[in-house]
Every structure is written in C-alpha cells, then in structure tokens.
C-alpha cells in the first residue's frame, strides 16, 4: 500500500531558515531507514511559498494569488512517498519523523490512489542535465473529492491523455491522487508527546487530493501548466503551486516500469534523500 506522509510547515520553515548540523543528520538518518527497509519511493522539500502561488479556476476565469501565504500551519513543508503493507506501519514510520530545531511535527498520512482509476504515466526517464525547476501542483479537496464522488469516464479519460502527453514531452515527472481522509491520520509530535488522530477531517479545502510535479521554465509557466490541466472535478478548482527544493542527486519522480496495463500512477525514485 502507498502512503504519502505530508510534513506540516512551521514558521522556521517558512522564512527558510536551515536545519542545524543536528537535525540534519537525523533527518538524513531517517529517510536512509526508509530506503534501507525497501519502503522509500520518494521525498521532496518545498521552497517557502513566498515563491509560491495559488490558483482558482471559477466561471471562466483564472484568479492567482501570489504567496507568501498567512496560513503557515496549513502549508506542507515537504512529503515523503512510502511503500508499506498496513496504515499502522505508515503511522509508525510518520511518527518516527525528527521534530527538528523546533521540537515538534506534525506529518499527515495519506492513502495513495485514485478513486475511479489512474492510467499509467509512462513518463520517459529525465536527463542527466534536465535544466529548469520543478514545481507541485497540489489539488485542494473539496467535498465531492473527499467523498470520492463518482467521476464521469470522460474526465478520467480526458486527464489520463493530458498526463501522458505532458509525461512524452518530458514536464510531467510524476502524479497521483490521494484517497479521502477517512482512510488517513495525522501524527503531532509537540513536548516530547506523541499524538495520533485518525481521519476523516473536517476541514477539507485545506486538504490535499491529488498533486502533480511539473518541470517549467519559471512559476508563471507552472501557473499556465497548471491553468490548462484538465482537473478530475470541478470547476471551482484550487490549486496550490509550490517549488520544490533541487539537491545534487535527488531527482524527482521516475517513471513506472511496469507496462501490463494496470492502472496505476508514476512512480517516484526509490532511494532519494532530502531535507523536508
């Protein structure tokens, strides 16, 4: 089972303070325990959504509100994607997240997948010297999403072609949905103390769906990508477009290898390293 573990943003975070030497290395530690155990299939660290931007896609019209954003409690400082067998084994390693310089974290869990059916993403391996940054676009939930409402075919169909063009023409790197909160939890580690709250959770457009990783020249290209997709639900569509931070080997999102025609999404690299 894939799980996404989403790292909550704290005010350090934001003002894009570096980690100590100290929490480094336990960070560090921590994701080579996951890709150790064979579970780690990818990690991202957002830039602080100063240089961020968020859309909504309402009566024909396109609305962006530049970050910063106030809302610091509400923004993802980073992810890691987890292959493991059960919720309780990604609860586990969630919780075993380092606190940093701060003391506390907050880690969302989520259960990967999409509920009607996500075509593969043959996305072609990026090159060595793939210039440019790379950005998330992650979906905000709404109450059809977090009901899993039935989606018509032809939406599913129409944004299964879109992913796997933009994946041939090498900007889509990887993509995926993610269920309702019902089948998550989120783990708050804060004065030593350890607590754990199953979904669902009912404040949901602050919620993630669903994200995609695109490479783009610059964010107003991120932005019109992002305006152009076309979105299992709505409109209304919100969106939240975030850099992600670029490491010397920490590529973003592999393809799939598997080709059998089973649905499923674009596979992170296994084995990355980073700093959320």
């Known amino acids: 089972m ?30 080579r325990q996951m890709a150790d155990a064979g579970i780690l299939r990818g990690c991202e660290h957002f830039l602080p959504s100063t240089g961020g931007a968020r859309l909504s896609l309402a009566n024909g019209r396109a609305t962006v509100a530049d970050g910063p954003f106030p809302d610091t409690q509400e ?9 493991v ?12 997240w380092p606190p940093g310089d701060a003391g506390a974290a907050e880690v969302e869990v989520r259960l990967s997948g999409c509920p009607g059916g996500c075509a593969e993403v043959g ?10 940054p790379r950005f998330a676009i992650l979906l905000r939930s709404n109450r059809a999403l977090e009901d899993e409402a039935a989606v018509a075919r032809e939406r599913l169909d129409a944004l299964d072609a879109h992913n796997a063009a933009e994946a041939r023409a090498g900007v889509l790197l990887g993509a995926d949905g993610l269920r309702s909160s019902a089948f998550g939890a989120r783990v708050k580690l804060a004065s030593g103390k350890l607590t754990v709250v199953d979904g669902p959770f009912t404040e ?23 305006t152009r997709n076309p979105y299992p ?7 939240e477009i975030r850099q992600l931070a670029e ?7 592999a393809p ?21």
Do not use: C, H
């Open 75 to 83: 923004l993802i400082a980073g992810f890691a994607v987890i292959d």
């Open 204 to 226: 949901i457009k602050e919620m993630i769906a669903g994200y995609w990783l695109i490479r783009a020249p610059a964010l107003q290209d991120a932005i019109a990508w992002a």
């Open 123 to 132: 996305a072609a391996a990026e090159a060595a010297d793939a210039q440019g």
């Open 85 to 96: 067998a059960s919720k309780n084994e990604a609860l586990d390693w969630a919780a075993r």
């Open 247 to 253: 490491r010397a080997g920490a590529g973003a999102f």
């Open 2 to 31: 894939r799980y996404m573990l989403l790292r909550r943003s704290d005010p350090a975070d934001e003002a894009g303070q570096p980690l100590s030497g100290a929490a480094r290395e336990a960070l560090a530690a921590y994701t």
């Open 256 to 276: 799939a290898a598997r080709t059998d025609g089973r649905p499923m999404r674009a596979q992170p690299a296994s084995g990355v390293q980073a700093t959320p």
């Open 233 to 239: 639900d709505g409109p209304p569509v919100e969106v």
